[in-house]
């Protein structure tokens, strides 16, 4: 179990610092805001707060309240983030 919960940190921690670097890459370059570009940058952000709020969560279930509101927000990201996807395919045709 220790071992997994040091390759999930370290693969999530991975992948936040790239969409970082992704919504940086985004906004200091104009030439690619184009309107699949914000697309893109939105669901970067997007999946950048879904696996934020997964992080600060993982250890929250003894607060019930807490584990309610960060499972509701977790799972709306989550679903926003397949909203997003849809929304990049759907501008790739």
């Known amino acids: 179990d220790v ?3 040091y390759v999930t940190i370290v ?3 991975l992948s936040m ?3 970082v670097l992704v ?3 985004y906004l200091v370059f104009s030439e690619i805001r184009t309107q699949p570009g914000i697309n893109n940058l939105t669901l ?3 999946l950048f707060l879904a696996q934020l709020v997964l992080m600060v969560g993982f250890d929250k279930t003894n607060q ?3 584990c309610k509101v960060l499972g509701m ?3 709306f990201l989550w679903l926003s983030m397949l909203f997003w996807m849809n929304i990049c ?3 790739m045709l």
Do not use: D, F, G
């Open 3 to 5: 071992i997994l919960w």
């Open 11 to 13: 693969c999530i921690s």
């Open 17 to 19: 610092i790239s969409l």
């Open 23 to 25: 919504i940086i890459t």
């Open 44 to 46: 970067s952000c997007n």
């Open 64 to 66: 019930v309240t807490l």
């Open 73 to 75: 927000t977790t799972h």
């Open 89 to 91: 395919s759907y501008h």
